[in-house]
């Protein structure tokens, strides 16, 4: 059965949450918000445990309630799960929630109600929520999990307790691949690119595609800082809408790695040590300013992306606007 202690650093957050259950003052509609892999679902399952288990140890399921007797046994239990089975969650789906709730727990003093990925409820769906979301039945408590709040309409996310999930500190991923890996230089590596997210390090960790996007955008990069237009244009013909995400975070360490190593002669501090030859070859060629902007270009890029822009076109005027800094330096 989850619980808080299974959950990877976030100790601030965590003791947040503990209190709130602890003190019975648990909000009966919260939003969880974090970016993909950092821990949305976890949380979710370790709070539906914490206050549906009848006895508690600070937050931590006792393991022999109803409630965690029914979590091992039969399955019988109080905690609801929703997922999208298609594209949206419909407004008929968040009815049978309604519904649901409206009816007394019979094995448990609560009901809890998760619905992952709230971005994907239709905004009838949303506004199906405000009712019960005003006035919630004592026993009733609903989590959504959102990526971000632009999906979430404003009448649904003033009436809910946001929670921000945060991410995890670098050391914090660092410590937990070392439980599932001996292999330092991929450990430091996936620890660095994770952004935050334990879900995306420990994909980096099992994946031999980050490798070869990793190359991908070392290759790519290159190219740029040598001025080679053409090989800079076939290489962002060869990422894809699965990999460009990780394609360009290569590239911005990359850049950031030259500017550190620039500014302070320091390869300790460098996150691609084992790329240490081409960023040499980078500061020698610019200057900090220059490098900036491309960092800049590169960032706005994620921006467009995240917007839906063309991945074709905003790559492409991506390197065009990062070649003219370099040539014109």
Do not use: W
Not at 81 to 93: H, Y
Not at 100 to 109: E, R
Not at 111 to 123: A, L, S
């Amino acid at each position: 059965m989850i619980s808080f202690s299974d959950i990877t650093g976030r100790e601030v957050f965590k003791k947040k949450l503990i209190n709130a259950i602890n003190n019975n003052v648990f909000p009966h509609a919260c939003l969880l918000v974090g970016e993909k892999g950092t821990g949305k679902k976890i949380f979710a399952k370790a709070i539906a445990n914490a206050l549906l288990c009848e006895k508690p140890i600070n937050s931590q399921p006792c393991g022999s309630c109803t409630h965690c007797l029914s979590e091992k046994v039969n399955g019988i239990t109080e905690f609801y799960q929703l997922r999208a089975t298609g594209q949206s969650i419909k407004v008929d789906d968040i009815r049978e929630i309604i519904k649901s709730m409206s009816l007394k727990p019979t094995i448990s003093n609560k009901k809890i109600y998760v619905i992952y990925d709230g971005e994907k409820m239709t905004p009838q769906a949303q506004n199906s929520l405000l009712k019960i979301f005003e006035e919630p039945p004592s026993y009733g408590h609903i989590i959504i999990t959102v990526n971000n709040l632009e999906g979430i309409i404003p009448t649904v996310s003033s009436r809910a307790t946001i929670y921000q999930i945060g991410n995890n500190s670098q050391s914090e991923i660092k410590k937990f691949l070392k439980t599932q890996s001996t292999d330092d230089k991929l450990i430091t590596l996936a620890s660095h690119y994770a952004e935050g997210s334990i879900g995306k390090a420990i994909k980096i960790l099992s994946s031999e595609e980050f490798i070869t996007t990793r190359e991908l955008g070392v290759s790519y990069t290159e190219s740029l800082i040598n001025r080679n237009e053409s090989d800079s244009f076939a290489k962002v013909e060869s990422v894809t809408k699965e990999n460009v995400d990780e394609f360009l975070q290569v590239v911005i360490k990359l850049f950031k790695d030259m500017v550190v190593f620039l500014e302070t002669q320091n390869e300790l501090l460098l996150i691609n040590k084992d790329k240490k030859y081409m960023i040499s070859n980078g500061i020698n060629k610019y200057n900090s300013s220059v490098l900036l902007k491309a960092i800049f270009i590169l960032q706005d890029t994620v921006s467009r992306l995240k917007q839906h822009a063309s991945r074709k076109m905003t790559l492409d005027g991506m390197t065009i606007r990062i070649l003219e800094e370099l040539i014109n330096d």
